[in-house]
Structure formats: structure tokens, C-alpha cells
């Protein structure tokens, strides 16, 4: 399966387990022989909706349903109102958005799933856990969870920073009245809501509305985490794991090292420096909520370098409840980083300057915004990272309270984050806002030389892309498209499979031997079914009456002879041959006792008579000439 983050030159997370699940499967599925399976179906429940809510499917493989990725949907929450400024209760009314304690929503489609069928989750995305509690407080969930080491630890502190934001609103807010059935899900509030924000809420014909759920406590969001042993599944997602011997063979084409996409990055990222440069220098501060972890370490470094270019003092805060613990771990795990970054490990140095910027004090860390430590250093114009990117929760939200109607200050914003909906209960607003994408998963030029190194047999594509990226006649896959909620069955590429029989079957088989060749061969009439990825043959439930079975026969017919095994059974006929037609037809024409056709050919052998007892002795006649059980 080719993973959406697939990045040849950067590589990507190699767990420490026997396990690397690959990246969200965004933009396509390739089927393959790497593990041997049958794939039966795949199901997409969600395309998502970019770097934070990844692509949600179920895959039905060797009997098991796989649940890939479990997400919640962060961007809904733009049809709550955040915790209003002092004052300005009324004015934040007029937003028109809700005014409630914000539930979430999860993966539409996956709340009409039986939890109980469900064998497996397998998470390769730190967004895509955070989904997981809605899922295992549900008592009929039993399936296993499989995640790398450091998705797990980057999940928790994302459910950790969310829980924390979350008891903000609930204390403002307090909690449902009618946990089951909240004020805001009535009709008539819903009605008030604009038509582009009852369709975040409703979806297109309303059946989305189940798909919301109350955030979790921190007492039920520990889930069962299972370590993969011995080899029980191995997934390659980074070409330096292969061995020296398969990369010999594989010359990886150029399109797959990214240096456009590298130095685009790189402008990209100069570009935001210098507007971050331009509103300082202004007077003005600048806010970022990004929540790309990796986003934010390398604007942390590159804003730093245009300070110190510059000479200019201001200070950069850090406000996270995690804050601290995710600097401390991601200073720890060099696996998800470039090779020049692994070499800082190996040399004693940090892989990131987050380090030494908090030693010389030009970065500062602090779990709140009302941290005292804060409130005593505080200074503008400053440089502030902090959560939520819908602007919804979080220390973002009074920052913006304070600077949104300051023209020299700037709020930097994630490409994707709907600006005019997000800024609503700030408004008048009159901050800059400067809004940027940044380089997340495969790119669709890549798609094609990725395809050419792995060869697969069968390349699933999302329906909306079968436009943008058409299949061409002379590739040596073939492709198939998918839609949202709807089953694809995948035709199998095996022809043929072991199963083991059951013994109460094995003791009902009775062996006849061939007379044509030296072998054996019993009649069978069983069930077939899958357990533990294994095919079973298992006994009728209904036994079946060995006396009135009709044997079943095959072979070819040799006309003459069968002419002469009717003599001897007193029937007599003529044999005429038809050379003309396909697969030179004879036929036997009996006339005497009663009359009676029998047309053979190399396929088939075809009987035509009224009496049953003429019938019978034919039928005799042929069981002598060909075997059967």
C-alpha cells in the first residue's frame, strides 16, 4: 500500500517495534503482493480534509476489518463561539455561531458501524488518534490498536493539549443539561445558523448529525496498545530499511528527490520570516497557531536566525499545556528526521536549536496564558506559538481578543482554514492575516514513478481524481475508483488457495479411484469460512443423503466404444458423424427399443430421450466409459 506522506528523500517514522504503519491513504491504495493477503473490500468512510483530519477506511483482509485511522474533525468546531472578551458578550452574539459547550465530530459513517466488528485499528498519524476514546468507550469495541511508539506519545500530548483547552469552555460553559440531547442539536437552534454553517453541522441530507459526540475525560482515553512480536507484520515505508541487495536492482527515478518541492519549502518559509520581520519592526506582535510539529520547528529555527540578522530583541513564547513535554521528546526521537539531523544525535549536539534558544532566554515555554511567570515577563511586540488552529480554543483565543483590531500585528494561518468563518467572533478585525500552506504528503507528480517501482497489479484511486490523474493505456496496472460510503470489492488475484478440512468431514469422505489415472478422488459438500487468516472446510450443517446423490462424471467419449456398451445393454443404433460443425459432433441415433439421441463433442455430451427406462441404461452405459464420484 503506497502511504500518502510517502518521501523517498526524507524518509519517514521507523518504530522501534516489528511494525511501521504506513501514512493516511489520501490520495490512493496500491495492492500488492508485498504481504501475500487477499484484499475482500475497502470501504471509504472519509477522504478527510488535509493534514489534521486523514482519510478514514475500513478494509475487509483474510476475514478481518481493519479500521484505517480514527480521527475526529478539528475544522467543525469553527460553528462554536469561543469564550468571549470581557465586555463584549453581545457583540460576540452577533457572530452568529453556537454558543454551547462544542462537541466534536468524528468520522461520519463510522458512528453506523457495529464496534463490535471492528478486529483492528491501525494508526500512522498522530491526528489520527484522537478519534480512538470515542471509539474504545464503547463496550462492544474489542479489537486491537497497533501504532508506533511515536505516534502513541505524540497522540497522547495532542489528546492531553486538547483535554486541557476543552476544560476551559466546560468551566465557562459548564457542563450539558441533557448530556444525550444538548440545546444546540434542536431544530430550532440549528435553524439560525447560516447555510454554510448547517452544513458543517448537518451535512448534505442531515445524516452527519450522529457523527457528534461529547469530548472524552482524561479517565477513559487509555487504550490498549499491543506490541507486535517476531514478525507477525512488517511494513517497509522508508527505502533506507531495504536491503543493499533490492536497491541495487531499482534505480529510483529523479522525480521522486523533491528539491523544487525542498526549495519551495525553503521560500516559503523565508517569505513568512520576512512579513514576521516587517510587523515587528512596526510594533506590532505576531501570532502563530500552527499545529504541525514539524511546521513549528523549523519556523522556530528560521525566525530566530532573522532576529539575530536583524538585531532585534523580541521574545518568543511557547503557551501549550504539553508544550514542555513534546520539546523534551522530539529532542529524543531522531527517527523521523533527515540524516544531516540524525548526525547532531550521534555528535552530542540537539537536533534542534529549541534548545539552545531557552538557554540564552530568547525562548520561553509556559503551560498558560495566566501563567504568573508569564504575566511578569510579558512583553510586546513578541512572537507567540500556541494552539488552536481553529481558533476556537486555547491561548489563541484571548490573544486574538487583544490584537485582532491592531493593524501592525499579524496572525499566520494554515492554508485550508476557512479565514472569514474562523475570524467571525473577532470581527471588527483589522490584524493582518497572511495564510500559508505547507508541503504535507505525496504530490501528484510522484504518483506514477512510485507506481513504476513497486509494479503493482491494482491501483485503488479516490473517484474525484480520476480527472486530474487519468490512467494511461500502456501502465501494466489497472485501476479501480472508489467513493465515500460505498463498498469496493476488489477482485482477488488468487486462483487457487490451501484450506484445511475439519475432521468430522475428513471421516465422511469416501475415495474412489480413477480409472483413467493412478489417483484418488472424493466428492465433498462442506462450508467454507476464514479464521485467524486461515481458509476452514467445515461439515454441512445439514448432512448430506449419500443414497440419492447421483454420481457426477467426467471425460471424454470415445463414440464407438459407447455405441458398443449400448449393444450389450440391447439398445441398437447408428453412429453419424457431422465433420462441419464445431468440435466435430457425433451423434448416436438409437431406434430400437425406443428412440433415443446422445450428441458428444470434446465439451459436452448431450442425452435426448422420452423413455425412462432407455434413459437408465444409457445412463449406465456412459458410467462404465467415464469416471466419477
Known sequence: VIPRGFDWQKGLIRSKWRITVPPPLAHFLSLFDLLGFEIVALTCLSK???????????????????????????????????????????LDASSGLLRALPWYKTVPGLHLWDPSLID????SSPAGMLGLPFLTRNAKFCGKIYVTEVVARIGQLLMEDLLSMHAELLQFYGADVKPASPEWMKWEELEKLSPELKQVVLGEDGEELG????????????????????????VDNDPSLRSASALSKVEIPHQLFGTDETSDEIEKISFLCSCIIDSLEGGGSVLIPVGRLGTV??????????????????????????????????????????????????SGEAL????????????????????????????????????HWSLRLGPVVPLLHRWHADPKSLLILEQGVNVEVALLPFRPVAIKVLQCSFLSGIMMHKVEPVLEILHPKLVLYPEDLRIQDPAKENNSWSYLYYSENVQLRVPSFVEDFKACLETNLTFQLRPRRLTQQNIAIARLKGRIFLSKGKYFLAAPRIPMESSNKQLLYWGSIEPTCLLMALQERGLVGTIHWNEDAANSVCTIQITNPEKAVIETSARKTTISCEDENTATLIYEALGNLCDGI
Open 48 to 90: 478527510g480534509s488535509g493534514y489534521y483530519c486523514p482519510p478514514t477506511h475500513i478494509l475487509q483482509l483474510c476475514g478481518f476489518r481493519l479500521l484505517l485511522e480514527c480521527p475526529i474533525d478539528l475544522s467543525s468546531l469553527a460553528v462554536f463561539s469561543p469564550i468571549p472578551a470581557a465586555g463584549a458578550a453581545n
Open 120 to 123: 483492528a485499528v491501525l494508526v
Open 297 to 346: 520547528l523549523l519556523l522556530l529555527e528560521q525566525i530566530s536566525d532573522s532576529l539575530e540578522s536583524f538585531n532585534l530583541k523580541v521574545p518568543i513564547f511557547m503557551i501549550s499545556p504539553t508544550a514542555e513535554e513534546t520539546l523534551a521528546f522530539v529532542n529524543t526521537v531522531p527517527e523521523w528526521l533527515s540524516k544531516q539531523r540524525q548526525q547532531k544525535l550521534f
Open 352 to 387: 534542534f536549536n529549541h534548545v539552545e534558544l531557552r538557554k540564552v532566554n530568547r525562548l520561553h515555554v509556559f503551560p498558560s496564558i495566566y501563567s504568573s511567570e508569564l504575566l511578569m515577563m510579558w512583553q510586546e511586540p513578541c512572537i507567540i506559538f500556541s494552539p
Open 211 to 234: 457523527a457528534w459526540m461529547p469530548l472524552y475525560s482524561t479517565a477513559n482515553t487509555c487504550t490498549e496498545t499491543h506490541e507486535i512480536r517476531n514478525n507477525d507484520m512488517i
